[in-house]
């Protein structure tokens, strides 16, 4: 089995949880501090857990 390097596995932690991190300022601070942070950071959240467009990509369907 190969890894990646270091550096495209940080990337990859980094841009992979970005809806969980969304969903967690919501139940931690509230709806309104959700979509805040989501405005600023320009993120579009999939709050549909039957869409998943990377689920294929990775094998898990």
């Known amino acids: 089995m190969t890894t990646a390097p270091a550096a495209t596995r940080r990337i990859d932690i980094l ?13 931690l601070l509230g709806p309104e501090a959700a979509d805040a942070a989501t405005t600023f950071t320009e993120l579009e959240v999939c709050a549909d857990p039957d869409w998943d467009p990377f689920a294929a990509r990775h094998g898990l369907v």
């Open 15 to 27: 841009l992979v949880p970005m809806d969980m991190t969304a969903a967690l300022i919501g139940h």
